[in-house]
């Protein structure tokens, strides 16, 4: 199995920046893609942005040019840095990992952490 914690949420103002954390831990084999999702109240979970393993990133475009992610290989970290943050930010941002595991090496699997908050204030 396949832990994701991240870190790194809390309260801002608006235009303040943030940077959020995601490491990944278990018997990991590989992890292919990472992600951050995020989800208001009331709303559906949307993407926020995503990175493979080779580094080729897509971004929602409502955070175009205001994040940023990145990711460690070799720690099986994935990080988010979020600059020039808006009210309309606020939100639980989840980290997802589809990972192949020591049990099921020939397959990926999709794996989610708990969330962080964001909050931005006006």
């Known amino acids: 199995q396949v832990q994701l914690v991240e870190s790194g949420g809390g309260l801002v103002q608006a235009g303040g920046s943030l940077r959020l954390s995601c490491a990944a831990s278990?018997?990991?084999?590989?992890?292919?893609?990472m992600g951050w999702y995020r989800q208001a109240p009331g709303k559906q979970r949307e993407l926020v942005a995503r990175?493979?393993?080779?580094?080729?990133?897509n971004y929602a475009d409502s955070v175009k040019g205001r994040f940023t992610i990145s990711r460690d290989n070799a720690q099986n970290t994935a990080y988010l840095q979020m600059n020039s943050l808006k009210p309309e930010d606020t939100a639980v941002y989840y980290c997802?990992?589809?990972?192949?595991?020591?049990?099921?090496?020939?397959?990926?699997?999709?794996?989610w952490g708990r969330g962080t908050q964001v909050t931005v204030s006006s």
């Open positions: 997802r990992a589809e990972a192949s595991t020591v049990r099921t090496p020939l397959s990926l699997s999709e794996y």
């Open positions: 278990g018997s990991i084999l590989r992890i292919n893609v």
């Open positions: 990175i493979t393993s080779s580094g080729s990133t």
